[in-house]
């Protein structure tokens, strides 16, 4: 299970801000973030691809009644419009290792799961929502500004930071 981190504490941050009906959260991890989105929204949906993560942040998050968490890819099962739907997704490239760790590992170029969360702007956001999602130096900027351009959406920075390895983004995602 991924540990509330650095980026953690920076996602969090930047949606604290944030009040409304419906959210959604892929890659719950410890629930850190969940709990934010608990706080501040009547019901939050938490998915994780990574079972002892969804436990976990059930145990964490026991005293809130608005949550539903559930072990998916992504958010598969879920046939909802949400007002905010965040992620803090594994973003590092695995190149051309034959590397399996979903918790911070996100594809070829590290942007393969990022875009995946980034297609529930179609089935799962509603018209006026938002997605907030972190973003590394170290996966591959082009295809989300490419994907960003041919779906005409609008993105946003909201927050970076600068680190001994990596420069970090809070992006926020709307339809224009
Ligand atoms: C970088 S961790 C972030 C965890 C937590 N939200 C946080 O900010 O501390 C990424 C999380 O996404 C989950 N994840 C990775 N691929 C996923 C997928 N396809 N569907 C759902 N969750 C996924 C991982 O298991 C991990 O818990």
């Known amino acids: 299970m991924y540990s509330p981190s ?3 504490f920076f996602i969090a941050n930047a949606i604290v801000k944030y009040h409304g009906n419906y959210a959604l959260e892929i890659g719950v991890g410890s629930g850190y973030l969940t709990e934010i989105l608990c706080n501040n929204y009547k019901f939050v949906f938490g998915t994780d691809i990574d079972f002892a993560s969804v436990k976990q942040s059930k145990i964490f998050l026991k005293n809130f009644n608005n949550k539903f968490l559930i072990c998916c890819d992504v958010c598969e099962p879920v046939r909802f419009m949400f ?21 911070i ?32 130096s170290l996966s591959d900027d082009k295809k989300i500004n490419q994907f960003v351009d041919d779906n005409f959406l609008k993105k946003r920075i909201l927050a970076k930071k600068k680190s001994f390895y990596e420069n970090l983004e809070i992006c926020e995602i709307t339809k224009r």
């Not at 965040?86 to 918790?103: A, C, H, Q």
């Not at 529930?120 to 956001?125: G, I």
């Not at 929502?129 to 973003?135: A, D, H, S």
């Open 6 to 8: 650095d980026d953690t």
């Open 83 to 103: 007002d905010i739907i965040i992620s803090n997704p594994p973003y590092l490239p695995s190149g051309d290792e034959n590397i399996k760790d979903s918790t």
């Open 105 to 136: 590992y996100g594809g070829h170029t590290g942007t393969e799961t990022t875009l995946r969360i980034l297609q529930l702007f179609k089935s799962n956001l509603k018209d006026e929502g938002r997605m907030i999602f972190l973003k590394s």
